[in-house]
């Protein structure tokens, strides 16, 4: 089963060459542990974000690995380095074929 939802990404879209960009990156997602129970008494199953992971240009520049502690709608802020015009593609993957893309275009200088 695949399921989607909602990402923001919150980051300069225009800088100089050799700059220190800060990046925010929240999806929506419950991250259920899997240590809860419903009214009927049933374990809940777990349904978490496992992986995040960013690319620019196609390289690699961020990855962390989530666990079930992490709570809901995950906020991940992280920095690199401007070193070209680009897109940079933020990839969240986890529990039961769960997959939610965004992709944002940096100008630079």
């Known amino acids: 089963m695949s399921k989607t939802s909602r990402t923001s990404i919150t980051m300069p879209t225009e800088v100089k ?3 220190i960009i800060e990046i925010r ?3 929506q ?3 259920e542990t899997g240590f809860r129970y419903n009214e009927a008494g ?3 199953p777990r349904d978490i974000i496992r992986n ?3 690319t620019y240009n196609g390289v690699e520049v961020f990855k ?4 079930p502690g992490v709570g809901a709608n995950p906020l991940i802020t992280f920095t690199t380095i401007a070193t070209e015009t680009g897109t940079l593609e933020f990839k969240w993957t986890g529990d039961d ?3 939610a893309l965004n992709q944002t275009h940096l100008q630079v200088s």
Request: aromatic share 14%.
């Open 97 to 99: 074929g769960y997959e």
């Open 64 to 67: 962390a690995d989530l666990y």
């Open 25 to 27: 990156a929240i999806v």
């Open 52 to 54: 995040f992971t960013c």
């Open 42 to 44: 049933k374990l809940i």
């Open 17 to 19: 060459k050799g700059a």
């Open 29 to 31: 997602h419950d991250m």
